[in-house]
């Protein structure tokens, strides 16, 4: 790696506990050392996702709008007939929206807190919760779109276990999609797709101490299947730049 310059573990709170998110979940399982450097070097500035947020806000109000009559939008009743219905305390519901406190889970024998904030529940007809999120793309989701998101949605399962909530084994993904990008109308359509994840709550417990391991551990070294470590490694020797790791 190259060009990081080192900061106080902007991933810690004031005890020094690693903050871990339900959305960072995947770069661990995508490449442990990039994640270890995400969690101990100052990560460069993002744009605001404005378009991304707008749209989760729309889905929210549509949800809702839904939810108080005690079904789903039309592109969603399909979950009906599996017996899914929607969660339908909205106080509760965006109050876990809107703060990452509600759900959050601080071990202190281990060192991590995770937070997050839940975009929906569902429920099973046994009345068992189903972490939810919507997704917003240009695109129709591919195939294999779901791997990004499983560790994710599991991490909310595991929120609302150890809050006392009893956690289906699936979730979902609520994907909404441009409809056709060669239409030249300001009115943009959008198409969706449900997509069906199944997660393993319990196995998390395990993901979480390992990561606690590697981040109070050294720099793991280069991964050489990683695409991001193979880039900042072969900048580093076409400029002479400073290799630190």
Known sequence: MIGYSKANSVMKDKNG?????????????????????????????????????????????????????????????????????????????????????????????????????????????DGRFIPADYKSSGDAPKEDKQKYYRDQLTAYGFMLAHHGYTVSDRAYLFHYFVKDKTDPTIDVLFDSHIDLVKIDVASLETKLRDIVVLLNGSYPGHNPNCHKCAYYTGRGEKTNDLILF
């Open 17 to 125: 506990f690693w903050i871990i998110s339900p959305s960072s979940l995947y770069g661990y399982t995508e490449c442990q050392s990039c994640f270890w450097v995400d969690n101990h070097y100052k990560r460069a500035p993002m744009l605001p996702l404005l378009l991304n947020n707008a749209m989760d806000s729309i889905l929210k109000h549509r949800y809702d709008l839904y939810r108080a009559q005690d079904t789903f939008p039309p592109e969603a009743k399909v979950l009906e007939k599996e017996g899914i219905q929607p969660f339908t305390d909205i106080t509760v519901l965006n109050n876990w929206r809107e703060h990452t406190t509600p759900l959050k889970i601080v071990n202190e024998d281990l060192g991590y807190i995770l937070r997050g904030k839940v975009d929906d529940v569902l429920l099973e007809a």
